[in-house]
């Protein structure tokens, strides 16, 4: 007997206008005003994380209803990819246009967590734009990928404040999506998917031909 099918139903989502809100459309630089574009987000039960075209991390808190802005010191340049982790601490990294990689260590008002804003640089080993970023379930190791084909690995030492990062694969197209687990970095190029196994330092293709 053919199981029935469950009936579909129709939902209608609305814009966060309370989260757009909190975010200006237009900031004043000297004599000139910039239009703010939204450039990367994410999410999870936590925190929305925006991204913008001016340099700004605007970070939305679900369970107090606040919004709280983050940025990089120096240079205005747009963000291209940020990428939320809650495990012992709430983290968020970010990329930028230019290749810089930055972990906030957020604070939390819980007992035995973070008590100070912190944040970790990725040292200049990326020269153009971030596309991908991976974190381990447990915050302690990120992974970097930009447009021009760089893997970067970054250990973190969240205890010590530190932050060690080194290349451990160069592809020769832009690396599009990045995920880890069990010591396996999944990669996805514009000409390839494969395994990087991270203890061996192996690489294993998924697929035979190539991407057109």
Not at 60 to 68: A, G, T, V
Not at 97 to 123: M, T, W
Request: with cysteine; net charge positive; proline share 3%.
């Amino acid at each position: 007997m053919a199981s029935v099918a469950s009936p579909v139903i129709f939902k209608e989502f609305c814009p966060l206008y309370y989260l757009l809100n909190a975010i200006p459309t237009k900031v004043q630089k000297g004599f000139r005003s910039i239009v703010v574009y939204l450039t990367a987000l994410d999410t999870n039960g936590d925190y929305i994380a925006v991204g913008s075209s001016i340099g700004m991390l605007y970070l939305y808190c679900r369970h107090l209803n606040q919004m709280k802005k983050y940025n990089f010191e120096g240079k205005c340049e747009s963000i291209t990819f940020v990428k939320l982790l809650s495990c012992f601490d709430d983290l968020v990294a970010v990329g930028t246009a230019s290749g810089r990689v930055a972990v906030f260590q957020l604070v939390s008002s819980l007992p035995g967590r973070n008590k100070q804003l912190r944040r970790f640089d990725v040292a200049g080993i990326h020269k153009s734009s971030i596309t991908a970023l991976a974190w381990s379930p447990n915050g302690m190791k990120l992974f970097s990928g930009d447009d021009k084909g760089k893997i970067v690995y970054s250990a973190l030492d969240l205890d010590q404040g530190i932050c060690n990062s080194s290349l451990v694969l160069e592809e020769p197209s832009s690396i599009v999506q990045l995920d880890y687990s069990q010591k396996v970095l999944l990669v996805s190029t514009l000409q390839r998917t494969l395994l990087f196994y991270t203890e061996e330092k192996s690489v294993k293709q998924v697929g035979t031909q190539p991407r057109k």
